[in-house]
């Protein structure tokens, strides 16, 4: 059953009577004339219409250099669209709204009804100028070796660095809610019902600081707080999800018995791969041929991060977990590094991603972070680390001096969480909400990031943008979602 978190505000007109820094007009920039286009990736596509809108490089400098946006509109499924139209912002950072959106388009489909979709891709991420790194496209990903090393790091980071040919210090959160609002003005769009996905929650909420008349209502799915820097606490995220799995399987009689002391089982693998990887082959699906690999503690812990993301992926872990303790069979393990690194690294713009931590959070890290702590968990310190060293080679860009600051609204917000999310808990939520006067934080029990397309929240996320309040949603339909069932074998889950 999902937890209800919610906080009301007996009127919607506190912030209706002024505007925070930064809310008026801004020099317009131009669009093009739309045109027919597909949007997507090669695995899910759809029909669109595309513009190019040009802006500002330097946003304190309207008549300098522009660059070009990428801008996609979904019409409305009515002849009569509301005004106040819909837009999601996307995650990462480095994901493009345009390319991310298709595989998403199921949970939205209730609210095109009545509303135009618009899709800016940020600055810095699909066809919106892209900043990416050398070896993003070149290179195969190599998943031989994903062992920490501080100066490789650092150097193919000032390599990513020195490829970029525009500066970067402008393709920050702070620059692309400024975008956000030029494309509104520009389009006449009274104002926008905003959604967004784990980094795009943060875009969201700096946009509602910035521009709170120009939103109608915000959905905050898998929430990263204005206050929390990126980095510290994922490795104790990542192990709190961890865990829950190996509780719930251990709580389930089918998933018990098919796999006893897996969680033994698992974290003794993963020290003795410490310190005795295990040489395999397996076949690489994408390409048919049999590859080879040294398998060790981080190939695993890769495993278990990404797949974790996904309700699906931790269903089926446990059994790819286990004929790896009992039969020592790695193949499908080591198949899942090659496809989930392979799947990360097709939808980041690597440079954008690191334009952003580089300005928002690594600057930002607390000083008596406890790398030993960190060591206790699977994931260990060398992310943070490897953000560190990443960061040496990136100037801190563009950002408003109250970027970090809680986010003060009484404008209509839904959160949502899963109690299973490896990098955006539900206490995060919970520290948004606190200062989201009209909010609800709606909680689903053994669900990963993301909670958009599950069961009825298209439909909740419908009404509540038609109805621009959270407080009458009907919710009783979330009792229905359930994580999906623990395959026992390659044949599935039990009857």
Known sequence: MPILRQKTAASLLLLSSFLLPGSAALA?????????????????????????????????????????????????????????????????????????????SFAF???????????????????SNKLECPSDDDEEIDTDNLFFDAQKTFESSTRCRQAQHLDPRFFSTSVAV??????????????????????GTRVGLHYLRRYPDSVRSIILDAVVPPGKAVGPEIASAAQQSLMRMFDRCESNN??????PNLRTGTLELLARLKTQPVSIAYENISTGQQNTMEFSDKHLAATLRLMSYNSHGTSILPSMLYDAIEHENYASLARQVQLQSAALSSTIA????????????????PEDIDLNAMDETYLGSELLLAMQSTCQAWDQGVIDD??????KSAKPALVLSGTDDPVTPPAYGDMVV??????????????SHIQAALGCTPLLMAEFINTASANALPMDCLDRIRAPAFFIDANGPLP
């Open 109 to 127: 489909r209730h609210i095109r009804r009545d509303r135009d979709i618009i899709l800016l891709d940020q600055r810095g991420t699909g066809l």
């Open 254 to 259: 089918g998933c018990n018995e098919a796999f």
């Open 402 to 407: 109250d970027f970090h600051s809680p986010v």
């Open 28 to 104: 317009n920039g131009t669009i093009t004339p739309y045109s027919s286009c597909t949007i997507g990736n090669a695995t899910v596509s759809m029909d669109a219409q595309c513009a190019t809108f040009s802006v500002p490089l330097d946003p304190s400098k309207p008549d300098g250099d522009t660059i070009d946006l990428h801008v996609a509109k979904l019409a409305a499924q009515t002849r009569k669209p509301k005004a106040d139209a819909f837009t999601l912002l996307a995650g990462g950072p480095g994901q493009s709204a345009t390319e991310s959106f298709p595989a998403l």
């Open 434 to 447: 606190e200062h989201l006067e009209n909010a609800v934080h709606i909680v689903n029990e053994n669900q």
């Open 350 to 365: 690597t440079g954008m991603h690191s334009a952003v931590v580089c300005t928002e959070d690594e600057p930002f890290l």
């Open 178 to 199: 400024k975008d956000l609002e030029q494309l509104r003005q520009t389009l006449n769009i009274p104002q926008w019902n905003i959604y967004g996905a784990s980094y």
